[in-house]
C-alpha cells in the first residue's frame, strides 16, 4: 500500500510535468498563432535588405552572404542553370519544392515561416528544413537568384540553450530533495494525527500535536486535540455515572437483603418484622424512583424529536404541581403565593414541563424549614417567558452552586440519602429546559433562601 507521503511526493512530480507539458502546448500556440507572422516578417526585412545590398554591389554578394551566415542565419541560393548554393549551417530537410524556387526566381515572395504548417507539440521556430525560410528574387549584374533565409538556431541560441539546460538540471537536482523535505513537512502532522486517533481509540487522551502551525493542518490538530480533551471528560463523566448508579442501586439493594434475611429470623417480634417490611418497600420505592429517572434521563439523552410542544396556559399546570404537593405543605405549613396571570401561555411539551415545576417545587417544599414560604412567579421579558421559583429556607453553599445539576450530586450526602433522593432531579429539570431551548439559573445566598429561574422562548 503506498504511504501518504509517496503520493503527495507522486502528486507534485505529475503536477510539474502535465504543467510543463500544458505550458509547451500553450506557447507553442501562441508562437503559431502570434510569433511565427511576426519573425516571418523580421527575417523578410533581414533578406530585403541583403537583397538590396546584392543588387548594389553584385561583385560582392559571396562575401555578403558568407559573411550574413557567420552573423547567425542560414542561407540557399538557387540560379538560373539550377545550381544549389549553400552558407552557413547545412537544413536538415532540402524540401523545397521546384515550382516554388522558380516562382521566387521570376520575381515572387517565398513566405515560406508564415505558412508553416502548425504543430501542437512541435516548434517550427527550430526547424532548419528549407522550406521553413524567407525567399526572395535577387539581380546581381545579369545573373538572377532565388534567395532564402531562416536563422540559425544553433548559432544564435547555442549557449543560451546550454544556459538553460544547465538550468534545467540543477532546477531538477534541487527541487528532488526540495520536494521530499516539503512533502514530509506536509505529511507529517497527518501521520501524527493517524498515530494519535490510534491512541485516541485506546484510551489514551494525552495527545501531543502541532497545533502551533496556523495553517489547516494546524486548526485541525487544535480542533483534534479539544476533540480529545471532550472525549476524555465525557468518559470520566460517564465512568463516574456508572460508579454512581451502582452505588445508588448497590446501598438499596443491600438493605433489603440484609432486612430480608432478618425477617427470616423465627426470634423476631411482631414489630420488629413490620418495621424490617416497612424498611423493604422504602428501599424498593427508591429504586423504583431511580428506575424511572434514569430512564427518563435516557429518554431526554437520546430522543431530543420526541417531544410533543403545544401552546397551553401556565397557571392551571402551575396550581395542579401545588395541589400534588398539598399535604407537605400543609405538615410543614409552608406559605404559597401564586403569582401568574391567568393569560399567560407557554409553548412546549406539557407532561415535561409539568416534570419541571414538580421537581423544582418538591425540592423547594423538600428541604425548607418549616414555617417558612414559597414565591412563584412567571411574565413575559424580552419576548420570552419567566418563571421564578423562590423559597426563604436556608439557601444553598456558594461553593456548591456548580454542582447542583451534576447527576447524582447531592450537598449533604448523609441527609439526602435518608429522605429517599437519587440526585437526578435538577438534572432531569436541566435537561428537559435545554429541549426546549430555554435556560435555568440558580441563585442562593445562606439563610435567605434560593431561587430557580427557568426563561422558556416564545413559540
Not at 540559425?152 to 537536482?173: I, K
Not at 498515530?195 to 485541525?220: F, N, V
Not at 404559597?336 to 425540592?363: F, I, K, T
Not at 417558612?372 to 413575559?380: D, G, P, T
Request: proline share 3%; with cysteine.
Amino acid at each position: 500500500m503506498r504511504s501518504l507521503y509517496f503520493r503527495v511526493f507522486l502528486i507534485t512530480l505529475y503536477t510539474i510535468l502535465i504543467s510543463s507539458f500544458l505550458g509547451f502546448f500553450i506557447a507553442n500556440v501562441y508562437y503559431h498563432w502570434s510569433l511565427k507572422p511576426y519573425q516571418d516578417e523580421k527575417l523578410f526585412g533581414t533578406v530585403s535588405q541583403l537583397k538590396a545590398l546584392i543588387e548594389q554591389h553584385p561583385e560582392a554578394m559571396g562575401d555578403a552572404l558568407s559573411m550574413s551566415a557567420a552573423l547567425g542565419y542560414q542561407l540557399y541560393v538557387y540560379d538560373e542553370a539550377g545550381n544549389d548554393l549553400f552558407y552557413g549551417r547545412h537544413f536538415s530537410r532540402k524540401d523545397l519544392p521546384g515550382d516554388v524556387k522558380m516562382r521566387v526566381l521570376d520575381g515572387a515572395e517565398f513566405h515560406g515561416i508564415a505558412n508553416f504548417p502548425n504543430k501542437a507539440f512541435a516548434s517550427g521556430y527550430f526547424d532548419n528544413r528549407l522550406s521553413n525560410t524567407v525567399g526572395v528574387h535577387v539581380s546581381a549584374g545579369a545573373e538572377r537568384y532565388a534567395l532564402f533565409l531562416r536563422h540559425d538556431s544553433n548559432v544564435q541560441f547555442d549557449e543560451l540553450r546550454t544556459f538553460f539546460l544547465f538550468m534545467f538540471v540543477l532546477t531538477v537536482v534541487f527541487s528532488v530533495p526540495y520536494f521530499m523535505v516539503s512533502t514530509r513537512y506536509l505529511v507529517q502532522p497527518i501521520v501524527q494525527l493517524k498515530e494519535a486517533t490510534k491512541r485516541l481509540a485506546q484510551g489514551q487522551y494525552k495527545l501531543r500535536l502541532p497545533t502551533k502551525r496556523k495553517d489547516e493542518i494546524g486548526q485541525l490538530a487544535n480542533h483534534f486535540q479539544i476533540m480529545s480533551l471532550e472525549l476524555e471528560r465525557a468518559d470520566l463523566r460517564t465512568k463516574e455515572f456508572v460508579a454512581n448508579v451502582s452505588h445508588e442501586i448497590h446501598s438499596p439493594l443491600a438493605s433489603i437483603q440484609g432486612y430480608a434475611d432478618s425477617l427470616l429470623s423465627e426470634e423476631m417480634e411482631p414489630a420488629s418484622v413490620r418495621g424490617h417490611a416497612a424498611i423493604i418497600g422504602q428501599e424498593t420505592r427508591h429504586l423504583a424512583t431511580l428506575s424511572r429517572q434514569l430512564l427518563l434521563l435516557s429518554t431526554l439523552d437520546h430522543s431530543e424529536q420526541t417531544t410533543e410542544k403545544g401552546r397551553f396556559p401556565l397557571k392551571p399546570q402551575l396550581r395542579q404541581t401545588l395541589q400534588l404537593l398539598e399535604w407537605q405543605l400543609a405538615e410543614k405549613e409552608i406559605a404559597v403565593r401564586l403569582l401568574v396571570s391567568s393569560g399567560l401561555h407557554v409553548y412546549g411539551d406539557e407532561v415535561l414541563l409539568m416534570q419541571v415545576w414538580s421537581n423544582l417545587l418538591s425540592n423547594a417544599v423538600k428541604y425548607i424549614p418549616a414555617g417558612r414560604s414559597i414565591q412563584v412567579q412567571a411574565f413575559v421579558e424580552e419576548g420570552g417567558c419567566v418563571i421564578r421559583i423562590a423559597d426563604t429556607g436556608d439557601g444553598i453553599p456558594e461553593e456548591q452552586l456548580p454542582y447542583v445539576y451534576d447527576r447524582f450530586y447531592r450537598g449533604d450526602k448523609a441527609r439526602e440519602r435518608k429522605s429517599g433522593s437519587t440526585g437526578l432531579g435538577l438534572s432531569i429539570v436541566q435537561r428537559i429546559v435545554i429541549l426546549h431551548g430555554g435556560t435555568i439559573a440558580v441563585e442562593s445566598r445562606a439563610g435567605e433562601g434560593t431561587t430557580f429561574t427557568v426563561r422558556l422562548p416564545v413559540e
